[in-house]
């Protein structure tokens, strides 16, 4: 993988987060010298711990070696060429993408084998992806079908290549009452692997489904519906590979982000007998955050034995203006943190380089460029300080960020990361 993807890039006004007036090469980033609490860079500015997501990728290949699972991480989170080469020298098995333009990034940045969490029913893209199977015959791409109308998309744009050497694998999506895409039944199940069937250009892999539209707490309601969700999943395998409808050799069965991989791992490892890999597809418990995800992820469970995720995703921006006694307003906002599963989080306030937990103050409201934030009276902090915040749901902060710091526990910029999204 090309983790340098990139690196020639020129960095200059387009890139938010770098001081003003700055021109630098992406690969320079490192070797400037800049601290963020020293304000040396830019504001707002959003930067990654490093030490937090060399811990988090451990973290996660512990997990997955000791259950003999698989991970894909969905690379929805971060689009970023940099977190993918780190993903896979932990051992990833493949990246996940949702849209065709994600396969497209992927492809670019190396990687060789794409799991599409997603029907692909776009003509132009599966025309494309036909023909990057075709003239690559060791690339793997897998994607979803839940309808019949999806596999003939599939067969068609397969088909339509002159020279047919090739067959595209697909996996038969299930899905859950008031849940998105997949099929709800296992007579549509059977009716769309039956399509697949049909097409000499096509092989079905295996079954694929996501929990996490169901799972957004862990209660044991919650994680009861997740369950016989998973046994939807787990039964509509063993259905298809006991009616020969599955490829022969290995399979794959995937679900699982980052709130209930542990639960998928429990409910769908025995399908190894079937002759299945596991994948699970998390994403956020890369950087994890300080939000939703520290709530929810399976490292809250008492029964948890590896090393607790750590937050790597923070934003920092400065006091604009302390209007009446218990108000700062920041400026940093909706173009720069999540707003879509809770607000930010001040973790830490930082004037000459020095930094302090952020204790007393919280964020009220965001608009487009300012944060409010609720600061006890007899606070210090003071017009031009720093305050850095943790996010609640890291993909929706990375989408709006070019350019991420990487900092050491120091909070010394020693690289820069770009983002494709
Ligand atoms: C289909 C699918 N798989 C995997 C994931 C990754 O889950 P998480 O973001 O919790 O890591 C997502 C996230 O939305 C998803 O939609």
């Not at 020129?10 to 021109?23: F, S, V």
């Not at 059977?190 to 049909?198: I, N, P, T």
Request: aromatic letters at 6%; one cysteine or more.
């Amino acid at each position: 993988v090309d983790s340098g993807r990139g690196n020639e890039d020129n960095l200059d006004w387009r890139d938010k987060g770098l001081p003003p007036g700055c021109t630098v090469a992406l690969a320079d980033v490192g070797r400037q010298g800049w601290n963020v609490l020293a304000g040396e860079t830019g504001t707002p500015v959003a930067v990654l711990r490093d030490s937090a997501l060399t811990s988090n990728l451990a973290t996660m290949r512990g997990f997955c070696e000791e259950h003999g699972v698989a991970l894909a991480p969905h690379a929805k989170t971060h689009m970023s060429p940099q977190l993918v080469a780190r993903q896979l020298a932990a051992g990833a098995w493949g990246l996940t993408a949702a849209v065709p333009h994600q396969v497209a990034a992927l492809l670019e940045f190396g990687v060789r084998r794409v799991l599409v969490a997603n029907e692909i029913t776009d003509q132009g893209a599966l025309s494309w992806l036909a023909q990057r199977l075709h003239n690559d015959p060791d690339l793997d791409v897998l994607w979803y079908v839940d309808s019949v109308a999806g596999v003939r998309l599939a067969a068609d744009a397969m088909t339509a290549l002159r020279d047919r050497t090739r067959s595209a694998g697909l996996l038969l999506e299930v899905g859950h009452a008031n849940g998105r895409t997949g099929v709800r039944t296992p007579r549509v199940a059977l009716e769309v692997a039956r399509a697949v069937a049909e097409s000499p250009r096509l092989s079905l892999v295996g079954v694929a489904g996501y929990e996490g539209t169901i799972a957004h707490d862990r209660t044991p309601e919650t994680r009861q519906g997740v369950a016989d969700f998973l046994a939807f999943v787990h039964d509509t395998f063993a259905a298809l590979d006991e009616a020969d409808l599955l490829v022969a050799g290995e399979r794959v069965v995937t679900a699982g982000g980052s709130v209930s991989f542990d639960q998928v791992t429990e409910a769908l490892t025995p399908l190894r007998d079937r002759g299945a890999v596991v994948v699970l597809r998390s994403g956020c418990y890369l950087t994890h955050d300080n939000g939703f995800y520290e709530q929810v992820s399976p490292d809250v469970d008492p029964e948890w034995r590896w090393d607790e995720f750590d937050a790597a995703i923070e934003v920092w921006g400065r006091v604009l203006s302390r209007p009446e006694p218990e108000l700062a307003l920041l400026n940093l906002g909706r173009r720069d943190v999540s707003f879509d599963m809770g607000l930010p989080t001040p973790l830490w306030t930082a004037r000459e380089g020095q930094r302090r937990p952020a204790t007393g103050l919280s964020v009220t409201n965001l608009a487009d460029q300012h944060a409010w934030l609720a600061v006890p009276k007899a606070h210090d902090l003071a017009v031009g300080d720093l305050v850095g915040v943790g996010v609640s749901h890291p993909c929706t902060t990375f989408d709006k960020w070019r350019l991420l710091m990487l900092v050491n526990d120091g909070y010394d910029v020693v690289g820069g990361l770009r983002t494709y999204f």
